[in-house]
């Protein structure tokens, strides 16, 4: 038979995992979101240290002098920097375009794990559809049993039946496997324990 136990526990486990939903933390935790997040950071980084350079500096002294104590605080603004101006404002487009790369990555992630999704139903699907061909093959195999002992089918049509059943057989086991690496290809998009030595 094409399906055997192994195989049924394979197709309920992976129908469980099609319902589910794709969760925050297998989009979070890929690696291009990763990079894109420490992209916004290091951009808002550069933003505050822009900004920071645009403020006026204050700067304190202190002095003692025939036993009185003195402060004087300055104040500094360098009004000849253009490029402060500029440097804010090339850090906050670059913020911009950072946190749309992240939005980017998190869509492109998104999708690619939805892929994956349509994927293993489709995997599914196929593998659902096994039983009932198996019992088809079945039938017709004592069908062609009792024929070719009656006499009423020659050698290659026996043959022939014994080759098409063969193949069968060969797409049934790929239709399995197929089955198998969409189910962990899943799990591993979604950042799940791959545990594929339980179905070998």
């Known amino acids: 038979s094409a399906i055997d136990p192994s195989m049924t526990d394979l ?12 969760p925050d933390a297998a989009i979070s935790g890929a690696s291009a979101v990763i990079a894109a997040e420490q992209g916004v950071v290091t951009a808002e980084d550069d933003l505050r240290e822009a900004r920071a350079d645009f403020l006026p500096s204050v700067s304190v002294n202190a002095a003692v002098d025939s036993g009185e104590l003195s ?11 253009p ?15 950072a946190q749309e790369k992240l939005e980017s990555a998190r869509e492109t992630v998104r999708d690619e794990i939805l892929g994956l999704k349509a994927s293993l139903l489709s995997a599914v ?6 039983a009932l061909e198996t019992e088809k093959w079945q039938l017709e195999e004592q069908v062609m049993t009792a024929k070719r002992a009656a006499g009423s089918i020659s050698d290659s049509d026996w043959a022939q ?7 069968f057989e ?8 197929s089955l198998l690496v ?15 030595e339980e179905w070998l």
């Open 11 to 22: 197709l309920a486990a992976a129908r469980t995992l099609r319902e589910s939903a794709i």
């Open 161 to 167: 039946f014994l080759e098409e059943k063969g193949t």
């Open 170 to 177: 060969i797409d049934a086991a790929g239709r399995a496997t």
């Open 83 to 97: 490029r402060r101006k500029a440097d804010v404002e090339i850090a906050e487009t670059n913020l911009k375009l």
């Open 182 to 196: 969409a189910h962990l290809t899943y799990r591993n998009a979604l950042g799940m324990e791959l545990n594929w």
């Open 71 to 81: 402060l004087g605080v300055g104040l500094s603004l360098n009004l000849f920097s």
């Open 125 to 130: 699907r196929s593998a659902e559809s096994l």
